[in-house]
């Protein structure tokens, strides 16, 4: 026979691994056999008997609302006299990824190490929320939700901490309210110059989207386009979740925190209609925020007014605000003291996860401790 | 049982050619859906590199006796590079201006078709909810848009008033 069968291929291979194998090789094997019976137990458990993971337990108490959003403040042994309000992404997802296990929240590392923590959640939005813009979220929500922070820590200063879309919508705040005493400002992961901002960006720009046409036609973006945006953006990350998944599914821990993390991912939110269309016009298709060239409830927004210490932390593998888009924000602010550090991760495993335990948190929180 | 002849290496030669066609349709099928692409993409250039790592890998297990479960360790990370250089040559793909336009015009397609097929179904359901004597979505969103301005209006005269407050306790003499 001219070539060989494949068969005979893995014949010959198998009979070469049985034959004269070492103890420590079969122990291996044996260890390989558990790991798989483990797997199979837990894909059983997945399919027959799915638990509801438990998330964002880190003990919270609601200070104030307004229509769907929500500022919670969490429980801490308060060692710093300066607030933080972390304002997150609006719309997309939920909260609840900075607060999803114990042991792996972002929330639960920075109360422990003593700062008197608030979360804007920014809430779910229905059809009656279609008018909800981006300036009255810079001009009316986050100035209330700031006021209130200040409030109820009774303090006269707050560190602003913003993440995602919360890191421009908050500069937009910050910059234009210095009625509002800001101290320190974050920005992690948060698209400042939009014109270096990757797929999103080329996808968004006004040659190729109509953003009037799809506002007026659907009223707001739903949660499946939101989806579907975000899964075209990587087509490929379902299928090395899974593989990554059937990997570690012998391992319980890994389990947990997958449940947890696909809850998550799976529970996409609404864009409000208004909100949506200021975000692409101005943000995204005419770049107006880094230009210098917004105005809001009246008020010029220059990124060069912002003069407190300013932080900034991007993601290495950042395909939604890629490094170069976040770093900008230090090109343009009137701060004397800025630092930038670039981090492992994408713009989720930044902040969330066992990664960003090691390499992120303790960052963000040794940075504002002897600021606050 | 076994004939002599060409062992794995040609396995895997067979394998790499298979990839490496696998990757020129794909790359032939790019420039054909999309309008001259100034620059054409060669995603042949990321399956190489992973190749070539996959065939050195694999003809190194093979010569392994007896093998270990480091074989499947060496698997998953051949399925990894695997979706990644699929990852990048999709990646590739989807950030061409071609892809942009032609998301696009797919969309706003659908936009124009959709509108009045939406408006003709809210007229209909609104119509058959009136015809129920029960609210619509629009009158219920309304409804619920007067309670967000109502919420804004107490907020505000919460905020003056304990403006006022806090300057009438300054103003107080002590």
Same mark, same amino acid.
């Given at each position: ?372 | ?33 999309? &309008?001259?692409?100034?620059? %054409? *993409?060669?995603?042949?250039?990321? =399956?190489?590199?992973? !190749? /070539? +790592?996959?065939?050195?890998? $694999?003809?190194?297990?093979? &010569?392994?006796?007896?093998? %270990? *479960?480091?074989?499947?360790?060496? =698997?998953?990370?051949? !399925? /990894? +590079?695997?979706?990644?250089? $699929? ?8 950030? %061409? ?9 797919? !969309? /706003? +397609? ?65």
């Amino acid at each position: 026979m001219a070539q060989e069968r494949f068969a005979d291929v893995v014949e010959r291979f198998t009979l070469g691994f049985a034959a004269d194998a070492p103890a420590e090789t079969i122990r291996q094997w044996q260890e390989e056999l558990e790991r798989s019976v483990r797997r199979l137990r837990n894909l059983h458990g997945l399919a027959t008997n799915p638990v509801e993971p438990k998330t964002g337990q880190t003990p919270r108490v609601e200070i104030y609302k307004r229509n769907k959003s929500r500022l919670y403040r969490y429980e801490s042994a308060r060692t710093h006299r300066t607030p933080v309000l972390f304002v997150p992404n609006l719309g997309i997802s939920r909260p609840y990824i900075f607060d999803l296990l114990p042991g792996g929240s972002f929330i639960e590392h920075m109360t422990k190490q003593g700062f008197d923590f608030y979360l804007l959640d920014w809430g779910v939005f229905g059809p009656e929320d279609n008018d909800l813009s981006v300036e009255e979220c810079v001009t009316k929500i986050l100035p209330r939700m700031a006021r209130k922070v200040l409030e109820t820590s009774e303090t006269d200063e707050l560190s602003v901490l913003g993440y995602c879309m919360g890191a421009p919508v908050s500069a937009s705040f910050v910059a234009s309210h210095p009625e509002i005493p800001v101290k320190n400002f974050i920005n992690m992961a948060g698209p400042i110059d939009f014109a270096k901002v990757g797929l999103f960006g080329l996808w968004l720009n006004r040659e190729n989207f109509n953003v009037d046409r799809f506002v007026d036609t659907l009223g707001s973006v739903p949660a499946d386009m939101v989806k579907a945006g975000f899964k075209l953006l990587k087509p490929t990350m379902d299928l090395s979740t899974n593989l990554n998944l059937w990997w570690n599914l012998w391992n319980d821990k890994y389990l947990e925190g997958f449940q947890a993390l696909n809850k998550w991912a799976n529970e996409y939110v609404a864009f409000p209609g208004e909100f949506f269309r200021q975000w692409v016009r101005d943000f995204y298709q005419d770049n107006k925020l880094y230009r210098g060239e917004l105005v809001m409830g009246g008020r010029p927004i220059k990124l060069e007014r912002i003069t407190c210490p300013i932080f900034v932390v991007g993601a290495r593998e950042d395909y939604i605000a890629p490094p170069e888009c976040v770093r900008a924000l230090l090109e343009k602010v009137g701060s004397r003291e800025k630092e930038y550090i670039e981090l492992p991760g994408g713009h989720i495993s930044l902040i969330a996860g066992r990664g960003a335990a090691v390499h992120c948190w303790p960052k963000v929180s040794s940075w504002l401790a002897p600021r606050s | 049982m076994m004939a002599d002849g060409p062992g794995p290496s040609q396995l895997f030669e067979q394998w790499r050619k298979q990839f490496e066609e696998g990757a020129q349709a794909w790359s032939r099928l790019i420039t054909q859906t999309t &309008a001259a692409p100034s620059v %054409t *993409p060669d995603p042949t250039a990321f =399956w190489r590199p992973v !190749l /070539d +790592q996959g065939v050195q890998t $694999w003809a190194k297990l093979f &010569a392994q006796t007896p093998a %270990t *479960p480091e074989l499947i360790t060496q =698997w998953k990370q051949f !399925l /990894d +590079q695997w979706i990644e250089a $699929w990852s990048k040559v999709l990646g590739q793909a989807m950030g %061409t201006e071609q892809f942009a336009k032609m998301m696009g015009q797919s !969309l /706003d +397609q659908m936009l124009v078709a959709a509108a009045p097929a939406k408006k003709a179904m809210d007229q209909q359901i609104e119509q058959a909810l009136q015809a129920l004597n029960l609210p619509s979505r629009s009158q219920l969103t309304a409804v619920a848009k007067q309670l967000v301005e109502l919420e804004d209006r107490i907020d505000r005269l919460e905020e003056s008033l304990s403006a006022k407050l806090r300057r009438l306790s300054e103003r107080e003499p002590r």
